[in-house]
């Protein structure tokens, strides 16, 4: 089994492991037995296993910040959601798991743990202090190549925060860019705008 691993990583670490020689659907099976073992979220990403910690008390108060500001201003059929994973359509081994999702209501009544991209109006991701960029980039490409239409990327190492839309042929063609304190701008079928002020910065 060839696999690529850091030693003795720390809290604060996230691992990506390569491919392993798994048969199909079983690189989930294993990502599952993973998260299971160890309480990191697991994701796979282009067939390579990406193992995140618990997020810090800051990363968790930028998304309490996005979720109060979202959920009150939803339109009627849509709901919002966290710890919701992603699929790659037709690939049983590759899933993201966004911190929140703004999706068609629905979900919160059935049995499944996956959400087709499709169903997605809106997906954030906050950065963790140590997240490496290729691991970022990895994942932004990956929402692109699934055609997820609006993502919001909050990088509170920098206090900024990316707002990609438009996917076509695997990559997002917009992209608009701020820093804390300056309002995200939400397109239809949202119609109204973040404030970042205050959101907390590692």
Do not use: C
Not at 20 to 32: C, F, H, I, S, V
Not at 67 to 85: N, Q
Not at 168 to 189: H, M, N
Request: aromatic share 6%.
């Amino acid at each position: 089994m060839d696999q690529r691993k850091e030693t003795n990583p720390s809290p604060e670490v996230t691992v990506t492991m390569a491919p392993m020689r798994l048969q199909p659907g079983k690189l989930r099976d294993k990502a599952e037995m993973i998260e299971s073992a160890t309480g990191l979220r697991v994701e796979i990403v282009g067939g390579a296993l990406v193992m995140s910690p618990t997020p810090r008390g800051k990363h968790y108060g930028v998304i309490l910040r996005l979720r109060k500001a979202l959920e009150p201003r939803l339109p009627e059929d849509l709901e919002l959601g966290e710890v919701i994973s992603v699929p790659m359509p037709d690939d049983p081994d590759d899933y993201v798991t966004p911190d929140l999702v703004v999706i068609h209501s629905g979900f919160a009544d059935s049995d499944e743990w996956l959400v087709e991209p499709a169903e997605i109006e809106l997906a954030v991701e906050g950065i963790s202090k140590s997240e490496k960029a290729k691991d970022i980039t990895g994942k932004i490409e990956w929402y692109a190549q699934v055609g997820l239409r609006l993502l919001l990327v909050v990088d509170p190492r920098n206090s900024s925060w990316t707002m990609r839309f438009h996917p076509r042929d695997g990559a997002y063609q917009g992209v608009l860019r701020g820093q804390y304190g300056e309002l995200i701008p939400l397109p239809s079928p949202f119609g109204f705008s973040l404030d970042t002020s205050g959101f907390p910065a590692y």
